[in-house]
T-cell receptor
Framework: SQQGEEDPQALSIQEGENATMNCSYKTSINNLQWYRQNSGRGLVHLILIRSNEREKHSGRLRVTLDTSKKSSSLLITASRAADTASYFCATDATGSARQLTFGSGTQLTVLP | EAGVTQFPSHSVIEKGQTVTLRCDPISGHDNLYWYRRVMGKEIKFLLHFVKESKQDESGMPNNRFLAERTGGTYSTLKVQPAELEDSGVYFC?????????????FGPGTRLTVL
């Protein structure tokens, strides 16, 4: 498997429900970032969590990081149709000179 | 504060032609990165500038790709000659700090189609 793999690959939920996406990685990291990409558009930065942090909140987003398991989760609460997008985790590995390694992403569809 | 901008948004060229992509980072950001996503695969790192210097170009696929950042401001990525497998979306990102944890802000990308 590759650094920064997300699961599930696709997720379909009803508006108002919570969506949880997971990310696993292989190497030691400085931080882990989550990005969103709406169809055909650029990457929008959502949240960054440092390796010494365990949980972080931003609005309806909650990110957890477990460095012992090399995994992270992104929770979107009270989802909206506008949350429909692809979500990527990206890791900044220690010693990597700051390049990000992306996973293949989770396609989230929120049905109205 | 203006975000990262990229030009053009789309480019369609024939195999063997040359294309130059441009990226303007956020003002004051010394770090500039190029990434690309081809054929629906993962977004892959290409290279990293710190000001005008190439810090890391380990992701550049071959010598048909040339990136420059003269003066440490905007950057160009030239593909010459373009091949079919170069089709994809090319993203540029910038960040402020060279050390420590820092957020990379991405541009909208340039969609390159090589026919």
């Amino acid at each position: 498997s590759q650094q920064g793999e997300e699961d599930p690959q696709a997720l379909s939920i009803q508006e108002g429900e919570n969506a949880t996406m997971n990310c696993s990685y292989k190497t030691s990291i400085n931080n882990l970032q989550w990005y969103r990409q709406n169809s055909g558009r650029g990457l929008v930065h959502l949240i960054l969590i440092r390796s010494n942090e365990r949980e972080k909140h931003s609005g309806r987003l909650r990110v957890t990081l477990d460095t012992s398991k090399k995994s992270s989760s992104l929770l979107i609460t009270a989802s909206r149709a506008a949350d429909t997008a692809s979500y990527f985790c990206a890791t900044d590995a220690t010693g990597s000179a700051r390049q990000l390694t992306f996973g293949s992403g989770t396609q989230l569809t929120v049905l109205p | 504060e203006a975000g990262v901008t990229q030009f053009p948004s789309h480019s369609v060229i024939e195999k063997g032609q040359t294309v130059t992509l441009r990226c303007d980072p956020i003002s004051g950001h010394d770090n500039l990165y190029w990434y690309r996503r081809v054929m629906g695969k993962e977004i892959k790192f290409l290279l990293h500038f710190v000001k005008e210097s190439k810090q890391d170009e380990s992701g550049m696929p071959n010598n048909r790709f040339l990136a420059e950042r003269t003066g440490g401001t905007y950057s160009t990525l030239k593909v010459q000659p373009a091949e079919l497998e170069d089709s994809g979306v090319y993203f540029c990102a910038s960040s402020r700090r060279s050390r420590g944890t820092d957020t990379q802000y991405f541009g909208p990308g340039t969609r390159l189609t090589v026919l």
